[in-house]
Antibody
């Protein structure tokens, strides 16, 4: 069974940093591109970042470019999101999501999310 | 990229059919057949319902169908059931991803 479990969320002050983790199991993690998608309270989904299976290709939404860094450790079946210079508008539930293997651009498995709150 | 445009809400009675539209541009929805749809119940993670405009993942009911015309994609749910009440999001993949603003489906 495919499982994605996020961790690392919490309360942080504006300008602070946080590192999110996503532990993957039930599939060959090293074969899949992975993503972070966030959802502000009461708002819609916003794609944040993607990383290819071997980390060769990395993409960011304009809203986080230069502040967030996505990475992965295939030996540990883990995905990460380093978030720096956090702002109030980064407050959201952050989901880890797997790309389907067929290059359709769709996300076939999602974690339950971890809440990040940026507030003084 | 700007968010795709979806109606804020739609509603229907059990057994009826509803359609949710998703309008983008010739640079996203109109360019590629890489539109997906997600269902999200309150407090839960999104679930993939449709990919590549009209394909259903294994396990998704055939009451869910997708289509596209020009820059607008659509999700149709037939034979509405109470458990279909949820938020629905479209997403277009054109190098990067852009989601729609979401549509709240109410089953009356």
């Amino acid at each position: 069974e495919v499982q994605l479990v996020e961790s690392g969320g919490g309360l942080v002050k504006p300008g602070g940093s946080l590192r999110l983790s996503c532990a993957a199991s039930g599939f060959t993690f090293s074969s899949y591109s992975m993503n972070w998608v966030r959802q502000a309270p009461g708002k819609g989904l916003e794609w944040v970042s993607s990383i290819s299976s071997s980390s060769s290709y990395i993409y960011y939404a304009d809203s986080v470019k230069g502040r967030f860094t996505i990475s992965r450790d295939n030996a540990k079946n883990s995905l990460y999101l380093q978030m720096n210079s956090l702002r109030a508008e980064d407050t959201a539930v952050y989901y880890c999501a797997r790309d389907r293997a067929d290059s359709s651009g769709s996300l076939d498995y999602w974690g339950q999310g971890t809440l990040v709150t940026v507030s003084s | 990229q700007s968010a795709l445009t979806q109606p804020a809400s739609v509603s229907g009675s059990p057994g009826q059919s509803i359609t949710i539209s998703c309008t983008g541009t010739s640079s996203d929805v109109g360019s590629y057949n890489l539109v997906s749809w997600y269902q999200q119940h309150p407090g839960k993670a999104p679930k993939l319902m449709i990919y590549e405009v009209s394909k259903r993942p294994s396990g998704v009911s055939n009451r869910f169908s997708g289509s596209k015309s020009g820059n607008t994609a659509s999700l149709t749910i037939s034979g509405l059931q109470a458990e279909d009440e949820a938020d629905y999001y479209c997403c277009s993949y054109a190098g990067s991803r852009v989601f729609g603003g979401g549509t709240k489906l109410t089953v009356l």
